[in-house]
């Protein structure tokens, strides 16, 4: 998911937003201010009813943001590298890079986030208990309330026990410390995220039948989505077992052409490119990389400023290339590919480029390695 705009850093890893959470922003804000509040406490003025929704609102994306803040620290902690954070349609996502080690940090960076979510919601329904107690009653003990039962909603939810759910990964940390095979273990946890999409997507239909409106479509997108969602890691599961023990130099182009970043767009065009078999063209300077050419971005060049750019204005910039060792497993370097380079990699050993790793070089690691497989008779 795209962040549309940073919002800033929380606990080191950058927090982004998605346009989509706009949406809901104004979907739960409007709910509570124009239906919820003025029915359960009447008579108040209009700014009043707007005022506690739109608190109730920002309290509610502000505990979404900690649930999803606890599973970066955590995730941290552990030894993985943490993207960001985005707030979007569907919630918060913590994008980390790479896998837990073991099934103990699975469990912990997955189980800190409802955990979290139930901690805020007893807190804010400790809150309203104790305020009741003391007499006091009306709009803003019924938004305290409606915090407290969404926290807990929010907690119980992402602890049901279907991939991508908090609780999918709860279930692949059991099964992968039950049977010791991860592979096993994450298509488990996505065979129940399907199902559980399948039931969310009956349930939420049915009560769109009964009357119930909108909160049963949105039911049934959630469960929509979550398909789609369980789907993907089941194939990312499968890739990533074919892949097991393939290193980067397995697959890697080794020694590729490489030109200086002061080459002008023109010369290559009219030197290299025809001799040349590839679609891309890492810079490098005294051996080290240095940035990384396409032909997609070359092409993007018109004719008449070709002779007055150089390769270096259109290339990936250093910041942007993704960088591999020669030793590094092709499982860990899957996840780090970036857009900018069209998925590639460089292959760096002792800061001197050895090698290039292309989206081609992988899905044919991947097909050999899966008819490796099937010789082997492991399926
Ligand atoms: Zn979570």
Not at 4 to 17: D, E, T
Not at 152 to 174: E, K, Q
Request: proline share 4%; glycine share 12%; hydrophobic share 55%.
């Amino acid at each position: 998911m795209r962040a549309s705009f940073r919002i800033g850093r929380v606990a080191g890893v950058p927090v982004g937003v998605n346009w989509s959470v706009l949406v809901i922003f104004l979907l739960i804000a409007w709910g509570l201010a124009a239906v919820q509040f003025p029915r359960a406490y009447p008579g108040r003025p209009v700014w009043a009813y707007v005022l506690a929704g739109l608190a109730a609102a920002v309290v509610f994306f502000l505990g979404l943001l900690a649930h999803e803040v606890s599973h970066a620290v955590v995730a941290k902690r552990n030894g993985l590298e943490v993207g960001g954070i985005t707030l979007w349609l569907f919630g918060g996502v913590a994008e980390l890079r790479g896998e837990a080690r073991d099934p103990g940090a699975e469990l912990r960076i997955a189980g800190v986030g409802p955990l979290v979510s139930l901690i805020i919601g007893l807190f804010f329904g400790g809150v309203a208990v104790l305020l009741s107690l003391a007499g006091v009653h009306g709009l803003w003990l019924g938004a305290l309330a409606w915090l407290a039962g969404i926290n807990v909603l929010l907690a119980v939810f992402n602890a049901l026990p279907a991939a991508p759910l908090d609780g999918g990964r709860l279930l692949r940390a059991a099964v992968w410390k039950a049977t010791g095979d991860r592979t096993k273990a994450s298509v488990v946890a996505a065979r129940a995220g399907w199902v559980l999409g399948v039931l969310l997507i009956g349930l939420g239909l049915w009560r769109f039948l009964v009357g119930a409106g909108f909160g049963g479509l949105w039911l049934a997108l959630i469960g929509w989505f979550l398909i789609g969602a369980a789907g993907m890691e089941e194939r990312q599961a499968r890739m990533g077992s074919a892949l097991r023990g393939v290193r980067v130099a397995d697959v890697m182009t080794p020694q590729p052409q490489t030109a200086s970043g002061d080459m002008t767009v023109a010369d290559f065009v009219d030197h290299y490119l025809f001799a040349y078999r590839h679609s891309a063209l890492p810079l490098t300077t005294d051996g080290r990389p240095v940035g990384l050419v396409t032909v997609d971005r070359v092409r993007g060049i018109p004719a008449e400023r070709r002779s007055a750019t150089t390769l270096a204005e259109v290339a990936c910039r250093a910041d942007q290339l993704v960088l591999a060792s020669p030793d590094e497993e092709l499982t860990d370097l899957l996840p780090r590919l970036s857009e900018c380079a069209d998925g590639r990699a460089l292959v760096v050993a002792d800061g001197g480029l050895v090698g290039i790793v292309s989206p081609s070089d992988i899905s044919r690691a991947v097909q050999r390695s899966s008819l490796r497989e099937q010789a082997a008779g492991r399926r």
